[in-house]
Nanobody, 129 residues
Framework: QVQLVESGGGSVQVGGSLRLSCTASGDTHRGNCMGWFRQAPGKEREGVAFINTQASTRYADSVKGRVTISRDNAKNTLYLQMNSLKAEDTAMYYC???????????????????????WGQGTQVTVSS
């Protein structure tokens, strides 16, 4: 069993920065890849950024160049550094880890599947102009 706890969300102005953290308890290495999804009101949950145990990353096109995902294995913590935030980045951000081994390519496109992952409770990011 894996438990995920996110923190670091908040309200910022356009162009600002935030760093989200996700602290995990349990074995997240078994799933290989973990990362972040987000869901805005009225929209589907979408993949944002993912990293595997080899530190290989994958980003959604909408955040490339503005977002960096990293993983501190010693602390069992995942980070999402978000810079140059835009109003369209406003969403609830969820940390997720798969229940079975998977690739980050598959994770990125699996926002509609909930039962095959462990999820955090979410942290709200609001970007205003």
């Amino acid at each position: 069993q894996v438990q995920l706890v996110e923190s670091g969300g908040g309200s910022v102005q356009v162009g600002g920065s935030l760093r989200l953290s996700c602290t995990a308890s349990g074995d997240t290495h078994r799933g290989n890849c973990m990362g972040w999804f987000r869901q805005a009101p009225g929209k589907e949950r979408e993949g944002v950024a993912f990293i595997n145990t080899q530190a290989s990353t994958r980003y959604a096109d909408s955040v490339k160049g503005r977002v960096t995902i990293s993983r501190d294995n010693a602390k069992n913590t995942l980070y999402l550094q978000m810079n140059s935030l835009k109003a369209e980045d406003t969403a609830m951000y969820y940390c997720a880890a798969p229940k079975t081994w998977t690739t980050c390519w598959i994770m990125m496109s699996s926002g509609k599947k909930y039962d095959d992952k462990y999820w955090g409770q979410g942290t709200q990011v609001t970007v205003s102009s």
